[in-house]
């Protein structure tokens, strides 16, 4: 099991930049991948960025060139970092594991959400 806690979203102009942080309750390098949704109200959850215990990323294309997934390894952290933010990216933010088990059973954990408003 792990526990996912969300942090660093909030209200931000249109050309600006947050850093967003999870915090796993256990070792990242345990976990095997990593990702970064975004529900906007209404719409359905959807992936923005991956990454995985080997280091790969990877970016919805409206996201590329914008945001960074990176980790921490040592804190158990992974971070996006969200430059030029538009208001388009305005959403709840969710950190989301996924853990591949015995027989390849997938686990799948979320946490909280962090609020991010990109006002124009």
């Known amino acids: 099991q792990v526990q996912l806690v969300e942090s660093g979203g909030g209200l931000v102009q249109a050309g600006g930049s947050l850093r967003l942080s999870c915090v796993a309750s256990r070792s990242i390098l345990s976990i095997n991948v990593i990702r970064w949704y975004r529900q906007a109200p209404g719409n359905q959850r959807d992936l923005v960025a991956t990454?995985?215990?080997?280091?790969?990323?990877n970016y919805v294309d409206s996201v590329k060139g914008r945001f960074t997934i990176s980790r921490d390894n040592a804190k158990n952290i992974v971070y996006l970092q969200m430059n030029s933010l538009k208001p388009e990216d305005t959403a709840v933010y969710y950190c989301?594991?996924?853990?591949?088990?015995?027989?390849?059973?997938?686990?799948?954990?979320w946490g909280q959400g962090t609020q991010v408003t990109v006002s124009s």
């Open positions: 990454i995985s215990s080997g280091g790969n990323t």
């Open positions: 989301n594991a996924l853990i591949i088990g015995y027989a390849g059973a997938l686990q799948n954990y």
